[in-house]
């Protein structure tokens, strides 16, 4: 299963970005799906997530501003962003609880992350 991330880069304050992520590989079902940020010298932190049924969780610096939102049929998550500001500044991971079908069977359900994609806001 991989992960890909598209969308990321340079904005300024009060505008917005939208990040994008691919899930590919041998799927059975991608259970929640959710954006995880890390900045320089700070732990990885959640920023959005979304469960298999649209039930969404954001993190208090982000509600209001972000939307999270998934795409089952393409197994899809983007984030919307708007009214950036410089504490956004970060890389940006993708996740997912993914379950897999080897030879016919169900695998368990495994955690999953993308190659991060950075997001900067700056005048």
């Known amino acids: 299963v991989q992960l890909v991330e598209s969308g990321g880069g340079l904005a300024r304050p009060g505008e917005s970005l939208r990040l994008s992520c691919a899930a590919s590989g041998n799927i059975f079902n991608i259970h929640a799906m959710g954006w995880y940020r890390q900045a320089p010298g700070q732990e990885r932190e959640l920023v959005a997530r979304i469960t298999g049924n649209g039930r969404t969780t954001y993190a208090d610096s982000v509600s209001g501003r972000f939307t999270i939102s998934r795409i089952n049929a393409e197994n899809t998550v983007n984030l919307q962003m708007n009214s950036l500001n410089a504490e956004d500044t970060a890389i940006y991971y993708c996740?997912?609880?993914?379950?897999?079908?080897?030879?016919?069977?169900?695998?368990?359900?495994?955690?999953?992350w993308g190659q991060g994609t950075q997001v900067t806001v700056s005048s």
């Open positions: 996740n997912a609880d993914i379950s897999e079908l080897f030879g016919g069977k169900i695998g368990p359900i495994n955690d999953y």
